[in-house]
């Protein structure tokens, strides 16, 4: 496997793109690493990006390799992170919670705890995301949340986590019906045809009963934790779906200086894999981290009033098609075809994925072939559509 995985990258180095679909924005353009030059620069003067003060709990790569030691006794490595956490909260099962991209959605509560954040594209030319987040039982507010996709679904398996979700369409259906599968839901899935139950629905609330509509819907982790002891949801890791070494974490600060086919990369731009809110990442080299925009502004948490940022980005070219109603779209979550990029403390390179089966972990592979060595910090993947191509600088 890891000398076709060789081969693969060998064939891809030179035509490496980050593709899509549908909406503004396509292109059938193939650039290669030598062919990105372009800048980005967020914030611009239709849409300013707002003064953000940097974290004080700043998720730097600099400051964040993991000691040997545990700051306090008691302590655990995060397999979301690699960063040292309580271990009641390594012991208890991750949330994974689907958050709207929309400008009117904006800002939400809680998403600057996800470990880990996915964003894909869904129908209608808008991209979603899903933040998988430890530590949760005490938040008060998390939310707003939107509906799922069975494809958030698969790779909230990955980290054995309960899909916190706001309804679906009806193909979302056959997922949480799997007695293995444990979600929570504000709202029935599907259509009366073809539908699935509110599944937890208790758990939700929305900020003004009076005037329900998709920006408003929330829950907390009191609420969850005790609509899934209803359930019988069982609140630690399942050792038969839970992978501890799901992330190959780095024990010292990897900058990927002498990686293959290393690239400056201290501007992502992703206009063309979102073409609606035209999502783009800036490093700050101080810090060690990735600053995430939308619409050419600042996203930011809620409750902290901080923005997104991320040590490790990757980017996951994955084959997609659309369902037979030509609306939804289907991405081949499993596979060991495809390309992308990682990207850390300014630099990135080509890499290979693999996901071997529904609740297997997603795999990075460098161009000889090597698994990636990740920066201990949080991590954003951009899932980019077949024919849609990452800009970086």
Known sequence: ?????????????????????????????VLSPDDIVHTVTPGTEESESPDVTPSTEADTSKDNVVSEEPPTEGMVR???????????????????????????????YNIGAAGVLYEAMEEGGMSRQMGVIEGWQDMEKIGNIRSGRDYYGYWAMEWDAFFVHWGGPFYL???VERDEFENLTGSTIGTADVGAPATGNQAFWRSDPENPNIHNGYTDGTSLKKNMNKLDYQLEHRDDYYVKDHFNFASE??????????????????????????????YNEEE???????????????????QLTFTNVIVQNTRWEYRPDNKYLKFHVVDNTMDGYYF????????TWEKESDYAPTRYYDKDGNEIELNPGKTFIAIAQEGRNVIFD
């Open 78 to 108: 995060s397999f979301l992170t690699g960063l040292w956490i309580e271990e009641a909260d390594s012991e208890t099962r991750p949330i994974a919670v689907m958050f709207p991209t929309d400008k009117g959605s904006q800002p939400q």
């Open 253 to 282: 600060l990897n900058t990927l200086e002498d990686a293959p086919g290393v690239r400056d990369a201290e501007k992502i731009d992703l206009s063309k894999v979102f073409t609606t809110t035209r999502t783009s990442l800036q």
């Open 1 to 29: 496997m890891k000398k076709m995985r060789v081969l693969l990258m060998l064939a891809l180095a030179g035509t490496l793109v980050l593709g899509g679909c549908g909406g503004t924005g396509d292109t059938n353009e």
């Open 173 to 175: 259906v056959e997922l």
């Open 288 to 306: 060690g981290v990735y600053y995430k925009f939308l619409y050419g502004n600042a996203q930011v948490d809620e409750v902290t009033g901080e």
């Open 344 to 351: 850390t403390q300014g630099k990135c390179i080509p890499i």
